[in-house]
């Protein structure tokens, strides 16, 4: 069976992403939910990773890779994209832990659930289930959905 392409998975993705203001409510919650699951991932250092004395060594980073690995499957400039969208996401939460307002698995989980929240309504309106009740992989769809968006608005080929 031959692997889909990007835009194989944008075309069933789209399916159940027709109304407009789902379609807005992708665009505010996808990017929270992306950095609060890093977030919530952040603080669990990787098994054995203790003695290298670096916050960048767990399951928040871990997460990156591997879906940037699945981005790379599907387009080389998708998954650049990415890097740098993770890349930014890992900026905000090195920012976040300076500032001391507390630990960032807390705010991570109420932005989490906050921005679930945003998404169900979004699907409510639609009147259709997320795409991933369908397969789980259309969860790391839904980031490079809306870069694929920006691509085509730039003219960028991916």
Same mark, same amino acid.
């Given at each position: /069976?031959?692997?889909?392409?990007?835009?194989?998975?944008?075309?069933?993705?789209?399916?159940?992403?027709?109304?407009?203001?789902?379609?807005?409510?992708?665009?505010?919650?996808?990017?929270?939910?992306?950095?609060?699951?890093?977030?919530?991932?952040?603080?669990?250092?990787?098994?054995?990773?203790?003695?290298?004395?670096?916050?960048?060594?767990?399951?928040? /980073?871990?997460?990156?890779?591997? =879906?940037? +690995?699945?981005?790379? $499957?599907? =387009?080389?400039? +998708?998954?650049?994209? /990415?890097?740098?969208?993770?890349?930014?996401?890992?900026?905000?939460?090195?920012?976040?832990? $300076?500032?001391?307002?507390?630990?960032?698995?807390?705010? =991570?989980?109420?932005?989490?659930?906050?921005?679930?929240?945003?998404?169900?309504?979004?699907?409510?309106?639609?009147?259709?289930?997320?795409?991933?009740?369908?397969?789980?992989?259309?969860?790391?769809?839904?980031?490079?959905?809306?870069?694929?968006?920006?691509?085509? $608005?730039?003219?960028? $080929?991916?």
């Amino acid at each position: /069976m031959p692997k889909k392409s990007a835009d194989d998975w944008f075309a069933e993705y789209a399916v159940c992403h027709q109304n407009a203001t789902n379609k807005t409510l992708h665009w505010i919650c996808i990017p929270l939910i992306v950095l609060s699951l890093i977030g919530l991932l952040w603080g669990v250092a990787l098994p054995g990773t203790a003695s290298l004395d670096s916050p960048y060594w767990n399951w928040g /980073m871990l997460l990156i890779v591997i =879906s940037l +690995l699945f981005y790379l $499957r599907l =387009s080389l400039m +998708l998954a650049a994209g /990415m890097f740098l969208v993770s890349a930014a996401a890992v900026g905000v939460l090195v920012a976040y832990q $300076r500032t001391g307002l507390g630990p960032v698995w807390v705010a =991570s989980l109420v932005v989490f659930v906050v921005a679930w929240i945003g998404q169900f309504i979004g699907h409510k309106i639609e009147g259709k289930k997320p795409a991933f009740f369908e397969d789980i992989q259309y969860l790391l769809i839904g980031p490079i959905w809306l870069l694929a968006f920006i691509y085509r $608005r730039l003219g960028i $080929r991916y």
